[in-house]
């Protein structure tokens, strides 16, 4: 079974800073990565994804993230961290087979900014 | 273009009495997924539905729960009777048609509180 580990449940950065958040997944053939990212009172919002190709993807907002299958590693970053970035960040991984729909969540990150 | 929208956003009902959680998917979307999130917890896979057929309903917890898609548009989660550790946020998401390579739009969610 899938499983998707966020090690870091709370980080907070200063404003401009830059940022990465973790995500080490379990999964037994080439994943479907996701980050999404809920602010307060709001729905996920996905960020991007990795489904095969090129492994740094480029997000919405600035965000981008590297597949390393060596590590199982999905890491979310961003180089300069704005105050509208505070939110919980989740990672997830997709399914095959018949179960291609359901996404496997990690803990989440919640993402602290400091002015 | 709509998102996904849950209906209602807030719901707080004694145990023993019976919630019903509605979501309307993004139109021409066929895959509709149920999600919970129960609180300190990661968020959990409960159903999908693709159209009005259920190709995986492993998540769902117990027979209290009962996953409905009639016409393949909106769907509705009832909780009859609702326990304690069924509060939580409910997310419903939909994809358009594809083997898991589709990503999936959620809605904001109901957050479901029980006395």
């Known amino acids: 079974a899938q499983s998707v580990t966020q090690p870091d449940i709370h980080i907070t950065v200063s404003e401009g800073a830059s940022l990465e958040l973790r995500c080490n997944y379990s999964y037994g053939a080439t994943p479907y990565l996701f980050w999404y990212v809920q602010s307060p009172g709001q729905g996920l919002q996905l960020l991007l994804k990795?489904?095969?190709?090129?492994?740094l993807v480029q997000g919405i907002k600035g965000f981008e993230a590297e597949f390393k299958r060596s590590q199982s590693s999905f890491n979310l970053r961003k180089p300069s961290v704005h105050w509208s970035d505070a939110a919980e960040y989740f990672c997830a991984v997709g399914a095959g087979g018949t179960s291609y729909g359901k996404l496997t969540f990690g803990q989440g990150t919640i993402l602290t900014v400091h002015p | 273009e709509a998102g996904v929208t849950q209906f209602p956003s807030h719901s707080v009902i004694e145990k023993g009495q019976t919630v019903t959680l509605r979501c309307d998917p993004i139109s021409g979307h066929d895959n509709l997924y149920w999600y919970r999130r129960v609180m300190g917890k990661e968020i959990k896979f409960l159903l999908h539905f693709v159209k009005e057929s259920k190709q995986d309903e492993s998540g769902m917890p117990n027979n209290r729960f009962l996953a409905e898609r009639t016409g393949g548009t909106y769907s509705t989660l009832k909780v009859q009777p609702a326990e304690l550790e069924d509060s939580g946020v409910y997310f419903c998401?939909?994809?358009?048609?594809?083997?898991?390579?589709?990503?999936?739009?959620f809605g904001d969610g109901t957050r479901l509180s029980i006395l």
């Open positions: 998401a939909s994809s358009q048609s594809g083997k898991g390579n589709q990503p999936q739009h």
């Open positions: 990795y489904f095969s190709g090129d492994t």
